[in-house]
């Protein structure tokens, strides 16, 4: 009965044994397979990476150009009579409170009136002076 029991158990773990050495192959092969697929979708992220990469590069040179040119265009004088309350704070020393009290001025037949009607400091007239207009 020990010997038959014996047998029986030696059996047993050779069919387990067999068992989980199919699964280890069967798990083998399936992580080839997913590793060669992983391998392919990284090539077709590489080359799509060097694409944008590449259109990235373009772009940030057109910006560049944009901003060169941009600041290589001297400003537009400032029209006070009609620019926003956001336009005048563009101007040097213009916070928000002194474009409204600006635009509560309005309107100006002169850029010298700016100053003079006591809207803003001689100083921040100065600053400004060159870039408003009146029309």
């Given at each position: 009965m020990k010997t038959l029991l014996a047998a029986a158990l030696a059996i047993s773990l050779l069919l387990i044994s067999a068992c989980s050495n199919q699964d280890t192959e069967k798990t083998k092969q399936e992580a080839a397979k997913a590793t060669e697929?992983?391998?392919?979708?990284?090539?077709?992220?590489?080359?799509?990476l060097k694409k944008d990469a590449k259109q990235a590069a373009v772009q940030g040179k057109a910006i560049a150009e944009g901003v060169k040119q941009g600041l290589s265009t001297p400003d537009k004088p400032v029209n006070i009579n009609a620019a926003s309350k956001t336009k005048l704070q563009t101007l040097p020393g213009?916070?928000?409170?002194?474009?409204?009290?600006?635009?509560?001025?309005?309107?100006?037949?002169?850029?010298?009136?700016?100053?003079?009607?006591?809207?803003?400091?001689?100083?921040?007239?100065n600053a400004i002076k060159d870039k408003i207009v009146v029309r």
């Open positions: 697929q992983i391998k392919e979708g990284s090539k077709v992220a590489a080359v799509e213009i916070d928000e409170e002194t474009a409204g009290r600006i635009i509560k001025g309005r309107p100006y037949h002169t850029t010298d009136e700016v100053g003079t009607k006591g809207v803003i400091s001689p100083e921040q007239f």
